[in-house]
């Protein structure tokens, strides 16, 4: 997880699920908040949620995306990110 935050696009994107843990986006609208492209986005996306980071609400229209709700992966997160300040 820790070589996953030298990427600032999966930096950002944990930056906001961790303050924001009850967020559901899509990948256009997470690059919006984060301010980043949205491919980089999508990349960092699926990264997060093969790292059991993130998970995928998938449609048959779209993609949205939301926190893990395994307290000891949040955990983790929030120290790796806490060392990053």
Known sequence: MRTLLKNEATRKVLLFFNENPHSIDTAKGISIWVGC??????????KLVKKGALINHKTSS???????????????IEQLLKKLR
């Open 37 to 46: 492209d949205v491919e980089e986005v999508e990349r960092a996306l699926d």
């Open 62 to 76: 779209t993609n949205a995306y939301s926190y893990t709700t395994e307290k000891s992966v949040v955990k983790k």
